[in-house]
């Protein structure tokens, strides 16, 4: 990814899990994101507008990449429970409080 100028500090660290599949472009950079912070990879700095210029199929193409380059040298961690996509989460207005101060 030259958007991003990779580095590899020390050495790959942990199992990484497979790319979602969205359609939205903030949960697919997030995954990139989220796949070279397992891998221990830092991201140098970049300009976000740059990634977020690319279309959402060539991020996800990159990140299924990095993914399928990454699984043989650390391995692959299972796709167990996962955190919801930014696109399915509900708006905070929306949001009932769990439980109701008691009164005294």
């Known amino acids: 990814m030259r ?4 580095k590899v500090v020390g050495s790959l660290t942990e199992p990484v899990q497979a790319p979602l599949s969205t359609k939205n472009k ?6 990139m994101l989220r796949l070279l912070k397992e891998a221990g990879i830092t ?8 990634l977020f ?3 959402v199929d060539e ?3 990159a990140t299924a990449a ?8 650390v391995g692959e961690r299972p796709t167990a429970r996962r955190p919801k996509p930014f696109s399915l989460l509900k ?3 929306d949001e009932q409080p ?3 101060p008691a009164e005294h």
């Open 3 to 6: 958007i991003m100028h990779l």
């Open 26 to 31: 903030l949960d697919a950079a997030m995954d």
């Open 43 to 50: 991201a140098g700095a970049f300009d976000a507008d740059d």
């Open 53 to 55: 210029h690319l279309e």
């Open 59 to 61: 991020i996800r193409i």
């Open 66 to 73: 990095l993914f399928n380059l990454l699984k043989p040298m």
């Open 91 to 93: 708006p905070l207005a």
């Open 98 to 100: 769990a439980t109701k």
